[in-house]
């Protein structure tokens, strides 16, 4: 037992002559562990964009409700008021009528 964890300290399973078989393993090992590590890299990735996303998504959609609100406000009857008098238009006093067109075709 203790002369195994000498060799394995001393690295004589890597020089020995049987090394080849060990040698792929250990490369293959090292193969899988790159492959995990690109893999979790990508996926810190994705989820930083997601992240990122969901924020530009938020600042919109409040863009979106300011200006709707905006609209709102200028599309009152008051505001429009306000907008007409300054250049000295004011509202009619007499209410609008209805036009009724009849068709001839009866």
Not at 31 to 52: F, G, Y
Not at 53 to 68: C, H, I, M, P, Y
Not at 79 to 99: F, L, R, T
């Amino acid at each position: 037992m203790k002369n195994n964890i000498y060799h394995i300290l001393r690295g004589k399973f890597l020089v020995s002559d049987d090394s080849f078989k060990n040698w792929r393993i250990i490369i293959f090992i090292s193969l899988l562990a790159i492959v995990m590590i690109a893999s979790s890299h990508s996926a810190d990735q994705k989820v930083h964009d997601i992240a990122r996303l969901n924020n530009e998504v938020k600042e919109w959609r409040s863009a979106f409700v300011d200006g709707r609100s905006k609209l709102m406000r200028l599309k009152m009857e008051s505001g429009i008021v306000k907008k007409m008098a300054e250049k000295e238009i004011a509202p009619s006093s007499i209410p609008p009528k209805k036009i009724k067109v009849k068709s001839e075709d009866n």
